[in-house]
């Protein structure tokens, strides 16, 4: 369930141990009031001809929206929009 909404916006899904009442939960869920950075590091995919592919750093975002238990699926909105070239290609299929 991991994708960009849009540039500002990405929506991603926390491993399966990770509950809302967990340290690491409370930490993604209020990072703002933890002064807690969450930094996005994605890959568009994991293997291309054998070859793990290694992931690109978009930036730090805040959790502004979050749903469910064991995973949490959490909206974050990135600190600086990404560009429309590096949004392109990680929604369009190939």
Do not use: C
Request: charged letters at 35%.
């Amino acid at each position: 369930k991991d994708k960009f909404i849009n540039e500002r916006y990405f929506q991603w899904e926390t491993p399966n141990s990770t509950s809302q009442d967990s340290e690491r939960g409370k930490n993604i869920i209020f990072n703002t009031d933890r002064a807690i950075n969450l930094h996005l590091f994605i890959r568009k995919y994991k293997e291309i001809d054998r070859k793990i592919e290694p992931y690109i750093y978009i930036g730090k975002g805040n959790t502004v929206e979050y749903e469910g238990e064991k995973p949490i699926t959490v909206k974050l909105e990135l600190e600086h929009e990404i560009s429309a070239n590096l949004y392109t290609e990680f929604t369009k299929k190939v």
